[in-house]
Protein backbone atom coordinates (compact mmCIF):
# COMPACT_ATOMS: atom_id res chain seq x y z
CA UNK A 1 0.00 0.00 0.00
CA UNK A 2 1.08 3.87 -0.29
CA UNK A 3 3.46 4.37 2.92
CA UNK A 4 5.05 8.05 3.51
CA UNK A 5 7.81 7.92 5.67
CA UNK A 6 9.16 10.46 7.53
CA UNK A 7 12.93 10.96 8.79
CA UNK A 8 14.33 11.38 11.34
CA UNK A 9 11.91 9.49 14.16
CA UNK A 10 13.24 12.05 16.86
CA UNK A 11 15.69 14.92 17.27
CA UNK A 12 16.74 16.56 20.29
CA UNK A 13 18.26 19.97 19.30
CA UNK A 14 19.53 22.98 21.77
CA UNK A 15 17.71 26.22 21.64
CA UNK A 16 18.73 28.16 18.87
CA UNK A 17 19.57 25.07 16.74
CA UNK A 18 18.15 24.20 13.23
CA UNK A 19 15.55 21.46 12.57
CA UNK A 20 15.16 19.84 9.57
CA UNK A 21 12.71 16.80 8.79
CA UNK A 22 12.11 14.96 5.32
CA UNK A 23 9.15 13.00 3.77
CA UNK A 24 9.33 10.75 1.55
CA UNK A 25 6.77 9.23 -0.37
CA UNK A 26 6.48 5.20 -2.44
CA UNK A 27 3.73 7.26 -4.81
CA UNK A 28 3.55 10.94 -6.40
CA UNK A 29 1.35 13.00 -4.36
CA UNK A 30 -1.45 15.36 -5.77
CA UNK A 31 -0.31 17.81 -2.58
CA UNK A 32 0.94 17.70 0.65
CA UNK A 33 0.36 18.90 3.92
CA UNK A 34 2.59 19.61 7.49
CA UNK A 35 0.58 19.37 10.50
CA UNK A 36 2.14 20.18 14.01
CA UNK A 37 0.89 18.03 17.40
CA UNK A 38 1.74 19.49 20.79
CA UNK A 39 2.28 16.59 23.53
CA UNK A 40 -1.63 15.35 24.20
CA UNK A 41 -2.90 17.43 21.49
CA UNK A 42 -4.14 16.83 18.11
CA UNK A 43 -2.85 17.70 14.69
CA UNK A 44 -2.95 21.39 13.71
CA UNK A 45 -2.64 22.13 9.97
CA UNK A 46 0.69 24.19 9.08
CA UNK A 47 0.60 24.52 5.43
CA UNK A 48 -0.35 23.37 2.44
CA UNK A 49 2.53 22.47 -1.08
CA UNK A 50 0.95 22.19 -4.64
CA UNK A 51 3.04 22.45 -7.07
CA UNK A 52 6.04 20.73 -8.29
CA UNK A 53 9.28 22.24 -6.26
CA UNK A 54 7.16 24.64 -4.75
CA UNK A 55 8.81 26.57 -1.83
CA UNK A 56 6.98 28.71 1.16
CA UNK A 57 7.52 30.43 3.70
CA UNK A 58 6.36 30.61 7.47
CA UNK A 59 8.12 33.02 9.62
CA UNK A 60 11.21 30.59 10.40
CA UNK A 61 10.15 27.42 9.02
CA UNK A 62 10.30 26.39 5.93
CA UNK A 63 8.70 24.13 3.38
CA UNK A 64 10.02 22.69 0.30
CA UNK A 65 8.16 19.67 -2.16
CA UNK A 66 10.06 17.95 -4.40
CA UNK A 67 10.29 18.27 -8.28
CA UNK A 68 8.44 14.69 -8.80
CA UNK A 69 6.06 15.40 -6.03
CA UNK A 70 7.20 12.63 -3.88
CA UNK A 71 9.11 13.98 -1.43
CA UNK A 72 8.97 17.10 0.76
CA UNK A 73 10.94 19.00 3.63
CA UNK A 74 10.56 21.30 6.87
CA UNK A 75 13.07 23.20 7.98
CA UNK A 76 12.79 25.24 11.13
CA UNK A 77 15.78 28.06 11.74
CA UNK A 78 17.07 29.01 15.50
CA UNK A 79 14.31 26.38 17.14
CA UNK A 80 12.74 27.76 19.96
CA UNK A 81 10.95 25.63 23.43
CA UNK A 82 7.72 26.67 21.53
CA UNK A 83 8.85 24.33 18.93
CA UNK A 84 8.55 21.53 20.70
CA UNK A 85 5.46 18.63 19.31
CA UNK A 86 5.26 15.84 16.14
CA UNK A 87 5.75 17.17 12.63
CA UNK A 88 3.70 15.34 10.38
CA UNK A 89 3.56 15.36 6.74
CA UNK A 90 0.40 14.11 4.93
CA UNK A 91 0.38 13.48 1.87
CA UNK A 92 -3.02 13.41 -0.83
CA UNK A 93 -3.41 10.37 -2.97
CA UNK A 94 -4.58 11.42 -6.67
CA UNK A 95 -8.24 11.34 -7.45
CA UNK A 96 -9.07 10.73 -3.48
CA UNK A 97 -9.45 13.19 -0.64
CA UNK A 98 -7.48 10.76 1.16
CA UNK A 99 -4.52 11.72 2.69
CA UNK A 100 -1.58 9.37 4.35
CA UNK A 101 -0.28 10.55 6.89
CA UNK A 102 3.73 10.22 7.56
CA UNK A 103 5.12 8.36 10.18
CA UNK A 104 6.26 11.73 11.99
CA UNK A 105 9.34 13.68 13.50
CA UNK A 106 8.94 14.24 17.09
CA UNK A 107 11.26 17.24 17.99
CA UNK A 108 12.87 18.17 21.46
CA UNK A 109 14.20 21.58 22.22
CA UNK A 110 16.38 21.91 25.06
CA UNK A 111 16.54 25.43 26.44
CA UNK B 1 -16.83 28.52 16.21
CA UNK B 2 -16.29 25.97 18.92
CA UNK B 3 -14.56 23.42 16.50
CA UNK B 4 -14.60 19.96 16.01
CA UNK B 5 -16.31 18.46 19.08
CA UNK B 6 -15.78 14.94 19.92
CA UNK B 7 -17.38 12.70 22.86
CA UNK B 8 -16.33 11.44 25.11
CA UNK B 9 -12.77 12.40 25.79
CA UNK B 10 -11.73 9.15 27.84
CA UNK B 11 -13.29 6.19 27.90
CA UNK B 12 -12.39 3.11 29.96
CA UNK B 13 -13.99 0.16 28.68
CA UNK B 14 -13.65 -3.89 29.26
CA UNK B 15 -12.95 -6.08 26.01
CA UNK B 16 -15.99 -6.91 24.59
CA UNK B 17 -18.00 -4.07 25.46
CA UNK B 18 -19.47 -1.71 22.96
CA UNK B 19 -17.95 1.68 22.43
CA UNK B 20 -19.53 4.55 20.47
CA UNK B 21 -17.13 7.39 19.75
CA UNK B 22 -18.98 10.85 18.82
CA UNK B 23 -18.10 13.83 16.48
CA UNK B 24 -19.31 17.11 15.67
CA UNK B 25 -17.75 18.92 12.65
CA UNK B 26 -17.55 22.50 11.74
CA UNK B 27 -20.59 23.58 10.36
CA UNK B 28 -20.83 23.97 6.80
CA UNK B 29 -17.67 21.79 6.49
CA UNK B 30 -17.59 18.94 3.87
CA UNK B 31 -15.67 16.13 4.54
CA UNK B 32 -15.89 14.32 8.03
CA UNK B 33 -12.50 12.22 8.57
CA UNK B 34 -12.00 9.67 11.24
CA UNK B 35 -8.42 8.87 12.07
CA UNK B 36 -6.88 6.12 14.77
CA UNK B 37 -3.34 7.07 16.31
CA UNK B 38 -1.21 4.68 18.20
CA UNK B 39 2.59 4.74 18.75
CA UNK B 40 3.27 1.66 16.64
CA UNK B 41 1.27 2.66 13.72
CA UNK B 42 0.89 6.20 14.16
CA UNK B 43 -1.91 8.32 12.40
CA UNK B 44 -4.15 5.92 10.24
CA UNK B 45 -7.61 7.33 8.21
CA UNK B 46 -9.80 4.62 9.22
CA UNK B 47 -13.04 6.24 6.95
CA UNK B 48 -14.05 9.75 5.46
CA UNK B 49 -17.23 11.20 4.75
CA UNK B 50 -18.65 13.94 1.63
CA UNK B 51 -21.81 15.25 2.70
CA UNK B 52 -22.87 12.35 4.45
CA UNK B 53 -22.00 9.55 2.71
CA UNK B 54 -19.25 7.14 3.17
CA UNK B 55 -16.44 7.59 0.34
CA UNK B 56 -13.85 5.01 1.63
CA UNK B 57 -13.68 2.95 4.62
CA UNK B 58 -10.09 1.02 3.39
CA UNK B 59 -8.75 1.91 6.58
CA UNK B 60 -11.17 0.31 8.93
CA UNK B 61 -9.42 -2.80 10.55
CA UNK B 62 -12.44 -5.44 10.67
CA UNK B 63 -16.26 -5.85 10.78
CA UNK B 64 -16.12 -4.78 14.97
CA UNK B 65 -15.34 -1.12 13.23
CA UNK B 66 -18.79 1.12 12.09
CA UNK B 67 -19.07 4.20 11.28
CA UNK B 68 -22.38 6.53 10.56
CA UNK B 69 -22.89 10.19 9.63
CA UNK B 70 -26.77 10.43 10.06
CA UNK B 71 -26.79 14.22 9.16
CA UNK B 72 -24.10 17.13 8.44
CA UNK B 73 -23.54 17.95 11.94
CA UNK B 74 -23.07 14.25 13.52
CA UNK B 75 -21.23 11.42 13.12
CA UNK B 76 -20.10 8.34 15.31
CA UNK B 77 -17.78 5.50 15.30
CA UNK B 78 -18.62 2.32 16.97
CA UNK B 79 -16.95 -0.61 18.00
CA UNK B 80 -18.52 -3.80 18.64
CA UNK B 81 -17.24 -5.75 20.59
CA UNK B 82 -14.20 -3.80 21.67
CA UNK B 83 -10.63 -5.62 22.37
CA UNK B 84 -7.52 -4.17 23.94
CA UNK B 85 -5.46 -3.95 20.24
CA UNK B 86 -8.44 -1.20 19.91
CA UNK B 87 -6.80 1.18 22.59
CA UNK B 88 -5.77 3.98 20.83
CA UNK B 89 -6.57 8.14 20.16
CA UNK B 90 -9.18 8.66 17.79
CA UNK B 91 -9.16 11.69 16.41
CA UNK B 92 -12.27 13.33 14.22
CA UNK B 93 -11.41 15.59 11.55
CA UNK B 94 -13.47 18.10 9.19
CA UNK B 95 -12.77 20.07 6.39
CA UNK B 96 -14.58 22.51 4.13
CA UNK B 97 -14.27 22.27 0.35
CA UNK B 98 -13.24 24.76 -2.29
CA UNK B 99 -15.63 25.75 -5.24
CA UNK B 100 -12.79 24.65 -7.42
CA UNK B 101 -11.93 21.43 -5.93
CA UNK B 102 -9.16 21.61 -4.40
CA UNK B 103 -8.01 20.29 -1.10
CA UNK B 104 -8.23 21.89 1.98
CA UNK B 105 -7.06 21.66 5.84
CA UNK B 106 -8.68 19.62 7.94
CA UNK B 107 -9.62 20.74 11.49
CA UNK B 108 -8.80 18.01 13.94
CA UNK B 109 -10.78 17.47 17.23
CA UNK B 110 -8.98 16.94 20.60
CA UNK B 111 -9.42 13.03 20.26
CA UNK B 112 -11.09 10.68 22.20
CA UNK B 113 -8.99 8.51 24.64
CA UNK B 114 -10.17 4.68 24.24
CA UNK B 115 -8.67 1.97 26.74
CA UNK B 116 -9.96 -1.15 26.17
CA UNK B 117 -9.33 -3.55 29.27
Known amino acids: GQQVMQIPQYQHVQEGEDFTTYCNSS?????IQWYKQRPGGHPVFLIQ?????EVKKQKRLTFQFGEAKKNSSLHITATQTTDVGTYFC???????????FGTGTRLKVLA | DAGVIQSPRHEVTEMGQEVTLRCKPI?????LFWYRQTMMRGLELLIY????????DSGMPEDRFSAKMPNASFSTLKIQPSEPRDSAVYFC???????????????FGPGTRLTVT
Open chain 2, 27 to 31: SGHDY
Open chain 1, 49 to 53: LVKSG
Open chain 2, 93 to 107: ASSPILLTGSSYEQY
Open chain 2, 49 to 56: FNNNVPID
Open chain 1, 90 to 100: AGLLSGTYKYI
Open chain 1, 27 to 31: TTLSN
